[in-house]
């Protein structure tokens, strides 16, 4: 079976920490994604890798940066973790030839205190 | 902007209860649409899509028709299972760029 993992399921940080999410795909997809993932706001992306050191912004990139340095793993970094980055967070990878079908993680739940 | 508009949820029925939900959408040209589907505890998974105008996507039970007239693609499904509880998200791709524009979300809850 395809395979994307988010490294954790729950995160619990403090307010002002650096936050590491980590995503592994197991597919050899091209083209990775962070979204995250409000109540009501349905899927934001936050930040777009279309190749291993490649990264396009999203719509909401304030407070993130990214790091693809292998193509499997796709990491999303908060640089001063907030309180109003308490949310779901999913990674998804896709083939960029067929460039339709997104996989998914079973996403992270960080809560920021 | 292109842009997806889902009914409001949660959406509650009873077992073998016919299932729609609805989904519009505004974009220029000719999109690609899906339904993605969200079980508790998962990440999301497609589960149909439609190409084209008048394209019917199945899968699982679930069907939708991609209707360029109305601009809608609503999920249906005749005899929902508890089993279909779950959050489901209309998107559309306009074959632009990377970006999947995603409607925000209707929750189902089926109850036995």
């Known amino acids: 079976d395809v395979k994307v993992t988010q490294s954790s399921r729950y995160l619990v940080k403090r307010t002002g920490e650096k936050v590491f999410l980590e995503c592994v795909q197991d597919?050899?997809?091209?083209?990775m994604f962070w979204y995250r993932q409000d109540p009501g706001l349905g899927l934001r992306l936050i930040y777009f890798s279309y190749d291993v050191k490649m990264k396009e912004k999203g719509d909401i990139p304030e407070g993130y940066s990214v790091s693809r340095e292998k193509k499997e793993r796709f990491s999303l970094i908060l640089e001063s973790a907030s309180t109003n980055q308490t949310s779901m967070y999913l990674c998804?990878?896709?083939?960029?030839?067929?460039?339709?079908?997104?996989?998914f993680g079973s996403g992270t739940q960080l809560s920021v205190l | 902007g292109n842009s997806v508009t889902q009914m409001e949820g949660p959406v509650t029925l009873s077992e073998e209860a016919f299932l729609t939900i609805n989904c519009t959408y505004t974009a220029t040209g000719y999109p690609s649409l899906f339904w993605y589907v969200q079980y508790p505890g998962e990440g999301l998974q497609l589960l149909l899509k439609a190409t084209k105008a008048d394209d019917k996507g199945s899968n699982k039970g679930f069907e939708a028709t991609y209707r360029k007239e109305t601009t809608s693609f609503h999920l249906e499904k005749g005899s929902v299972q508890v089993s279909d509880s779950a959050v489901y998200f209309c998107?559309?791709?306009?074959?632009?760029?990377?970006?999947?524009?995603w409607g925000a979300g209707t929750k189902l809850i089926i109850k036995p």
């Open positions: 597919m050899d997809h091209e083209n």
């Open positions: 998107a559309l791709s306009d074959g632009s760029n990377y970006q999947l524009i």
């Open positions: 998804a990878s896709r083939d960029s030839y067929t460039n339709e079908k997104l996989f």
